[in-house]
């Protein structure tokens, strides 16, 4: 797990990061600190009145933790392609969650736990994600979130029960900015 201290400092670079590249300013250096040096996957989600305004992320990280955190975040703010550019003017009313990503594992439909995993799914030349705090906050169950993950994908909603599609799961240590003493999600 993540201090509270780290886990504050990562919000505070994802945040500058945003205003940066939503203002086209030069994107902050990676700070010192051993949290940032490690190395990891992770996902930068923004929302905006608790809707999804953006969300980027990698697997593996792009090198160091801070490196993959400044590149994911800028992504999210301004090449989302759902989404238009984050304006500077909305970069106050952004709430932001990290997703601090363990490696992928293959995995069995039977395996998959909804609200624990995440789901990486693959099928031809086709794959798609859904973080693991997808299926807690819509309530799935295991079925309809491998289905929703290939559709996530482009892929029919049932791929995940055919011959040769590959399922991964990871799990993630999810955190946002905290307000008047909230829980982490």
Known sequence: MTSEADRNSIIDLARATIYAAASGKDLPAVPDGEVFRREGGAFVTIKKNGALRGCIGHFIGTGSLGKTIIEMAASAAVRDPRFSPVEPDEVDDLEIDISLLTPMIPAEPADVVPGEH????????????????????????RETFLTHTCLKAGLPPDCWKRDGVQIFTYTAEVFCEQEDGADPI
Request: aromatic share 16%; charged share 15%.
């Open 118 to 141: 995440g789901l990486y799914i693959k099928f031809g030349f086709r794959s798609g994600t859904l973080l693991p705090q997808v299926a807690a906050d819509a309530g799935w169950d």
